[in-house]
Every structure is written in C-alpha cells, then in structure tokens.
C-alpha cells in the first residue's frame, strides 16, 4: 500500500533559525496536504498542492511539490516560538480514494 | 460555522469492553475520517464515509467498524478492546473526496 516518509523526525532550533521537513510517497500522489498540530491540540490543515512543481508560500513559510509528484517539502524561514508543533503531511491518490496517508510528522522545537 | 464535535473527550475503558465513540461534522461535510493516534505510530487511516457508505479502509482489525448516518453524523465501535488500543481517536471532516480536513479534538481512550 501507500506508504508517506516524513524526515526528520525531530528537529530543535534557535529562534530566527531556518527549519525544513522533507515529505516522500512511495506511490505518485494527486495532491499532498500539510497540517500542523500544536502541543495538546489536533491537526489543523496549512495548505494543499496539486500541480507538478507547485510552490506556494504562506508569510514565512514555503511549500513545494515535486516533479514527479511523489515528494514534497516545508521550509520555515526565521522560526517563531509560535511555530512549535508537529508538521504532518498527508498524501492522496491512486486507489487510496476518500484516504489520506499521514507521514510521521516532524516534531518542532524552537528555543529562544 | 460550529467545528467538527467529537463525544466523549475522555474515556477510560478495561480490556475486554467496546466502546463507541461519536462524530458531528461540519454542516454541509459529506466525508467522515477516522484516525488513531499513538505517540509511536503517529496518525493511522481507520475508514471513511462518504453519504454513509465506506469508501476506504485502513489495516485495522475487525474489532474496529464504523457507521455513518443519514445527517452525517459518524460513530466509531471498537470490541473487545485490548491495552493497545489506547490513543487518540480523531475525527476529521471534508466537503468532498481529498480535499482538506478539519478535525475534532479527538477522544482520548485510555485502556486499563
């Protein structure tokens, strides 16, 4: 079945400092969908990619879908303290209609 | 527009019990998600309806079914529940297939 890998698991910074997480499917995806759920809450949807190549940018934070429509990536510029949390993302396609497969989540930890 | 509502927020049940936890999506959402959440496993796909039908199913065993009804309203069963069991579940509603989730709180089940 569809699998979702989301590197790292763990990521700690300084404040100010920048943060990526990486998003690989092992199937091509119709979409990929990132959420972020802060400590004691539930995950709150950020944005969703659908084309080849697709970035979009959200204030301080960058989204980009890859060619081949299997891997994806967020990128936090000048981290926040408001910015801690878990960042999932969550894959769609193939013959996983009406399912969403969640990768592992990165765990975000930004010092100050 | 009121959030997805999950009932109860808390459940303490002893192995060997079932349990039924409920679902009220967002007005208009046809789609009901369901997901469990471990601290080890991160977000697993349960099943989803969509105008109360079960379009998709996760790697789970039978002990776990779900139902969804005419308002779209969703309910979760778990049977004969073991240790292992213990998590979050979440909720999560859609307007459609793929698109965005918002989700519950969630029910926390802790199985003694």
């Known amino acids: 079945g569809q699998q979702v890998m989301q590197i790292p698991q763990y990521q700690h910074v300084q404040e100010g400092e920048d943060f990526t997480t990486y998003c690989n499917s092992s199937?091509?995806?119709?979409?990929i969908q990132w959420y972020k759920q802060r400590p004691g809450g539930h995950p709150v949807f950020l944005i969703q990619?659908?084309?080849?190549?697709e970035v979009k940018k959200q204030k301080r934070l960058t989204f980009q879908f890859g060619e081949a429509k299997k891997n994806s990536s967020l990128h936090i510029t000048a981290t926040q303290t408001t910015d801690v949390g878990t960042y999932f993302c969550?894959?769609?396609?193939?013959?996983?209609?009406?399912?969403?497969?969640f990768g592992q989540g990165t765990i975000l930890t930004v010092h100050p | 527009k009121a959030g997805v509502t999950q009932t109860p927020r808390y459940l303490i049940k002893t192995r060997g019990q079932q349990v039924t936890l409920s679902c009220s999506p967002i007005?208009?959402?046809?789609?009901v998600s369901w997901y469990q959440q471990t601290p080890g496993q991160g977000l697993q796909f349960l099943f989803e309806?969509?105008?109360?039908?079960?379009?998709n199913k996760g790697n789970f065993p039978g002990r776990f079914s779900g139902r969804q009804f005419s308002n779209s309203r969703s309910e979760m069963n778990v049977s004969t529940l073991e240790l292992g069991d213990s998590a979050l579940y979440l909720c999560?509603?859609?307007?459609?297939?793929?698109?965005?989730?918002?989700f519950g709180s969630g029910t926390q089940l802790s199985v003694l």
């Open positions: 999560a509603s859609s307007p459609g297939t793929n698109e965005k989730l918002f």
């Open positions: 309806y969509f105008s109360e039908t079960q379009r």
């Open positions: 199937t091509t995806l119709s979409n």
């Open positions: 969550a894959g769609a396609g193939g013959t996983s209609y009406g399912k969403l497969t």
């Open positions: 007005s208009g959402h046809r789609s």
């Open positions: 990619l659908v084309k080849s190549g």
